[in-house]
């Protein structure tokens, strides 16, 4: 079949607007700015992991917001009380409502409806209803107040909108450049601050409620006693100081119209100073002309900031901050102070960050190794199939630079996982050409012409490709799904990658194939390899070595789950929490002298591992006790502890992960891999038979298992990344195991006389050069990533070189035997079922 000059055009043009696309890329911020009119899309947008930065996740304090819309609600339901004359103690917090405790039965019919009327609508019901957002309720002589869940719900919403505004505003006063602050789910903001490589600011930029108030100060009362009632004794924010602040406030923050960093004239501090609006101002003159002589303290987060003694009367609604500040200081204070009061306290959940020179450093080894993988492949197609291996390099020179167009038309952000995707999308892309040459090679041996040897063995092939990509497919998706970060940008470019290669290979190789056919006017397609016609190899009777492959398969499999209990797999960051710190120096590092100083801080157990020939050290340390000023605290002590042993230290990398976020990255990841399996089971059973499907994942599980062990006995860290190698390798395994099976059902409609198990062996010698010339294209693009990937891609590519060898030889194997003993099984229950029939042994 022809290829029509309108798809011929259609490829061509698709084609060229790829290149197009590519093309700001490769090119020079200058000439990309001259030609940018002409260029259709931006460049692929950089990940934290290649250009550097820092990534935070923060989670809206629900408890917080609840407990605030408490104190609230108590100070109404008060106020209610007041004016009806009921005595305000009748109204208090018990755990999450408010019970107001009322004998008298006139009272509570008054305040009743009342305390009904503070509910406001939450949440559409249909047919434009809405529910409110507390629940009154009596019970003898106490009324109860419930927050409703959809109350909390649109309050929560509210608060995340309201701080992600507030977040922006923040960033962008202190020139952050390109920030990325988008909502993460219902409760959770991402913030990514490319260039930043210092979060400790941005943690107190971010973490502050910037809840601000000014007060009077009680000299009466002695710091060092129980304060009385409405008084506080707040600390200092910049000394060590206690002072007796009362609780009344004087003037709210909110009063507040502007905030600006400067300098004082006299002594050159830093100070911020501050403009009330119209009715603060009021306020602030009014209080300064009564209170002549007394300090007066602003109190930020409870902690006093300053508390100067008022000399005179302010009345211009003007004043100013000072107290031992840093330049830096004042200016994030005066950005807090101008964006407003966060809603809810938020809780930094996650944090990672990035130096510059490991960002270049990635870039270069993703370049090397991608490649280095690249000319590999081209190396062994060029080989195995000369010229028709020229078209097959064509088709993945075509298919690297859609799956990079792509990810730039998507506005995709390019990780170093992600150029790991790439690489092993073009190893996997090589699989449909291997098995489309293998067919036509059968073809032309079954004595085929030159255009139906092509004809028949795509049309052969199409079916096999489209199994082995879905289930293949099934793992990415569900990556993307429950992974985060890094790993998204992972599965995010195996799916482009995959379905690219269904374009490239079934239509413009085909095309080119066609095309090649014609103008050389070929009457047979002689397919051979660079040292001329492939042998045949001699067929293998693999189910005669069933119980000794089966018996060895099962014996690693059982080592792999002793060695997951003992000693374990070395759980990584992202599932256990904690503190990682990665250091570099000029010269080699004194690791005792290193850990010395680190146990030196009582931080719990400090984990140190050198490597780049003992001039890097990684540091890891367990989650601290107490929230995340802890974390803080404890990050800037490891810093500052490497830095006194190691002058010129440079920290390429931090990172600070929270209980939360780890046991939610282990469930999901652990959920994916099972959903996973799930999904592949219905699809085989779907596709094929019953016996198929389970087959297929009795031998999934043997391959994953030794996977498990491998990571146990290596020591290699097992994160979300290894999470992506497991699920990759399920995807290539059962891609594998699909072209085995297809080819036996095949051969059932073939031979339907045959017995099962010379079946099986026939199958497997059928596709067993493809099952190996597939797995040396994917090596060949795997073992330079994990030879000079670095530590990011680490815990993906060795393990995945040791998973391809283990899933072809589980292919050839390991899955006819199993297959071959469920069908045995099924035959002998059906026979057992139907008594006086004879019972065929395949």
């Not at 408490?70 to 208090?92: C, M």
């Not at 047979?524 to 045949?536: L, N």
């Not at 000029?586 to 400090?606: D, T, Y």
Request: proline residues 5%; hydrophobic residues 50%.
């Amino acid at each position: 079949m022809r290829t029509s000059k309108w798809a011929a055009l259609a490829y061509i043009a698709i084609t060229i607007f790829g290149i197009i696309a590519v093309l700001p890329n490769v090119l020079s911020p200058e000439t990309r700015e001259r030609y940018s009119a002409f260029l259709p899309v931006p460049p692929v947008t950089l990940g934290l992991d290649l250009r550097g930065g820092s990534h935070l996740v923060l989670e809206v304090d629900a408890a917080g917001l609840r407990r605030a819309r408490l104190n609230t609600l108590l100070d109404d339901i008060r106020g209610v009380l007041r004016a009806e004359r009921v005595p305000v103690s009748s109204a208090r917090i018990a755990g999450d409502t408010i019970q107001v405790k009322i004998p008298d039965q006139a009272d509570r019919d008054k305040v009743l409806p009342k305390i009904q009327e503070l509910a406001v609508p939450a949440g559409a019901l249909g047919f434009g209803t809405a529910s409110a957002d507390i629940e009154v309720t009596t019970a003898d002589d106490t009324i109860t107040v419930n927050q409703t869940e959809a109350g909390l719900t649109e309050r929560m919403t509210a608060a995340v909108d309201q701080s992600l505004e507030i977040i922006r505003r923040r960033v962008d006063q202190v020139g952050v450049a390109e920030p990325l602050i988008q909502r993460v789910g219902s409760d959770r903001i991402l913030v990514q601050l490319p260039g930043l490589q210092d979060p400790t600011r941005l943690r107190q930029l971010l973490g502050s409620t910037a809840q601000m108030s000014f007060h009077m100060l009680d000299q009466t009362v002695d710091v060092t006693q129980p304060a009385p009632r409405g008084v506080d004794i707040l600390p200092g924010a910049n000394d060590g100081n206690r002072y007796p602040v009362e609780s009344r406030i004087a003037i709210s923050g909110e009063r507040l119209a502007d905030a600006k960093a400067g300098f004082n004239q006299q002594t050159n501090e830093p100070i911020v100073s501050f403009t009330f609006d119209t009715q603060g101002a009021r306020q602030f003159a009014e209080i300064t002309r009564d209170n002549v002589g007394r300090p007066f303290a602003i109190v930020l987060d409870g902690k006093v900031l300053t508390a100067p003694v008022i000399r005179e009367p302010i009345v211009g609604g003007q004043g100013q901050i000072s107290g031992n500040f840093t330049a830096q200081e004042a200016t994030v204070l005066s950005a807090l102070l101008r964006s407003g009061a966060l809603p809810a306290p938020l809780t930094i959940i996650e944090e990672r960050s990035v130096g510059p020179n490991l960002g270049s450093d990635s870039i270069r080894m993703g370049i090397y190794t991608g490649l280095a993988g690249f000319i590999a492949v081209c190396v062994m197609m060029l080989a195995l199939y000369t010229t028709w291996g020229v078209i097959a390099i064509l088709g993945l020179i075509l298919h690297t630079i859609l799956t990079v167009a792509i990810l730039a038309m998507l506005g995709s952000t390019l990780t170093l996982p992600g150029i790991a995707g790439i690489i092993l999308g073009i190893g996997m892309a090589v699989d449909a050409n291997i098995l489309i040459n293998a067919r036509i090679r059968e073809e032309t041996a079954a004595g085929a012409g030159a255009m139906k040897a092509l004809d028949v063995g795509f049309g052969k092939a199409f079916a096999t490709i489209v199994d082995g990509n879905v289930t293949t497919l099934v793992g990415t998706i569900l990556l993307f799904m429950f992974g985060t970060g890094p790993v998204r940008g992972f599965a995010i470019t195996m799916m482009i990658g995959i379905i690219i290669s269904m374009f490239t290979s079934i239509t413009v190789v085909r095309a080119m194939m066609h095309e090649l056919v014609i103008r050389q006017k070929l009457k047979k397609i002689e397919i051979h390899s660079i040292f001329g016609k492939v042998p045949s190899i001699p067929s293998f009777s693999f189910m005669r070595g069933r119980f000794v492959a089966i018996g060895m398969s099962a014996f690693l499999s059982i080592s792999s789950v002793v060695l997951f209990f003992y000693p374990g797999l070395n759980y990584g960051i992202d599932f256990v929490g904690g503190i990682q710190v990665e250091a570099t120096s000029k010269q080699p590092l004194q690791m005792a002298e290193i850990r010395e100083k680190l146990e030196g801080l009582n931080l719990g157990e400090v984990a140190l591992q050198d490597f780049d020939q003992g001039k890097s050290v990684l540091v890891r340390v367990q989650r601290q006790e107490g929230g995340e000023e802890q974390q803080t605290v404890a990050l800037n002590a490891i810093k500052a502890a490497v830095a006194e042993v190691i002058p010129d230290a440079a920290f390429e990398r931090t990172e600070v992960v929270g209980p939360t976020i780890s046991a939610e990255l282990a469930r999901s990841g652990f959920l994916a891999v099972g959903l996973a399996m799930l999904a592949i089971l219905i699809y085989i059973w779907w596709r094929f038979e019953w016996h198929f499907a389970v087959g297929a994942i009795v031998t999934l599980i043997l391959d994953i298992t030794k996977m498990i062990g491998f990571f146990a006995l290596t020591g290699i860290d097992f994160n979300l990344t290894a999470i992506a190698a497991v699920l990759t390798l399920i995807g290539y395994s059962v891609n594998d195991k699909v072209v085995v099976y297809d080819r036996m059902r095949e051969n059932l409609r073939k031979y339907k006389t045959m017995p099962f198990s010379e079946l099986i062996d026939l199958s497997i010698n059928q596709v067993i050069m493809r099952c190996i010339f597939t797995s040396v294209a994917i090596l060949a693009s795997l073992v330079p990533m994990a030879i000079w990937g670095g530590d990011p891609v680490k815990p993906f590519a060795w393990p995945m070189v040791f998973g391809v060898i283990v899933a072809t030889t589980s292919s050839i194997y390991i899955g006819g035997p199993i297959l071959l003993f469920l069908s045995r099984w099924w035959k002998d229950r059906e026979g057992a079922r139907a008594p006086g029939t004879e019972v065929v042994k395949g």
